[in-house]
């Protein structure tokens, strides 16, 4: 059981290149989770789906897209990087059902665009 | 919209005493407090959490403390020991369907031996 994956754990692009952020979780979790953490502010959440084919926007998410096409996987794309997109990249999962629902946590995608 | 305050940002202690870091939150129809434990380099882990009908909750030497009518809730640990060393997150969630977090920006506790 590996939890929540997060691949790649590095990368850097260059501006205006594009990429996509795979996160996988074995936990049959319906909701998943793709923040963003910069130094003083937290965690941030760009986009969240509460099952398989449907996705919703958090607080950030001017510049991403994102996709779940499967129930395990939770894709976060960047379809034009800019320097603002540096950050570490986080996914987490819960369950569904009823209040109080922790979500997991994946290690993290550390992004640099330069 | 909603909020999530946590303070302070730094905190300093030396080993063996207490350590308390503080949350308020702005939406009165949150439910669920979970506290997160960040080390350098590493995945947030959720270390105790909370929910509304309960106003306090201790786990060894951490305790979690919620005032529903002035909205916050508290962090505490004891005996504070150097792996205690961390970033830890307060978030604030409801029932909405959606259970989103919303995360306070972090305290980041140094234990000094």
């Known amino acids: 059981n590996a939890g929540v994956t997060q691949t790649p754990k590095f990368r850097v692009l260059k501006t205006g290149q594009s990429m996509t952020l795979l996160c996988a979780q074995d936990m049959n979790h319906e909701y998943m989770y793709w923040y963003r953490q910069d130094p003083g502010m937290g965690l941030r959440l760009i986009h969240y789906?509460?099952?398989?084919?449907?996705?919703a926007k958090g607080e950030v998410p001017d510049g991403y897209n994102v996709s779940r096409l499967k129930k395990q996987n939770f894709l976060l794309g960047l379809e034009s990087a800019a320097p603002s997109q540096t950050s570490v990249y986080f996914c987490?999962?819960?369950?569904?059902?009823?209040?109080?629902?922790?979500?997991?946590f994946g290690d993290g995608t550390r992004l640099s665009i330069l | 919209g909603e909020n999530v305050e946590q303070h302070p940002s730094t905190l300093s202690v030396q080993e063996g005493d207490s350590a308390v870091i503080k949350c308020t939150y702005s939406d009165s129809a949150s439910n669920y407090f979970p506290w997160y434990k960040q080390e350098l380099g590493k995945r947030p882990q959720l270390i105790i959490d909370i929910r509304s009908n309960v106003g306090e909750k201790k786990d060894q030497r951490i305790a979690v403390t919620l005032n529903k009518t002035a909205k916050h809730f508290s962090l505490h640990i004891t005996e504070t020991q150097p792996e205690d060393s961390a970033v830890y997150f307060c978030?604030?969630?409801?029932?909405?369907?959606?259970?989103?977090?919303?995360f306070g920006t972090g305290t980041r506790l140094k234990v000094l031996a």
């Open positions: 789906s509460v099952g398989e084919g449907t996705t």
């Open positions: 987490a999962s819960s369950y569904s059902l009823g209040v109080g629902q922790p979500q997991h």
């Open positions: 978030a604030a969630s409801k029932d909405s369907g959606t259970y989103k977090y919303i």
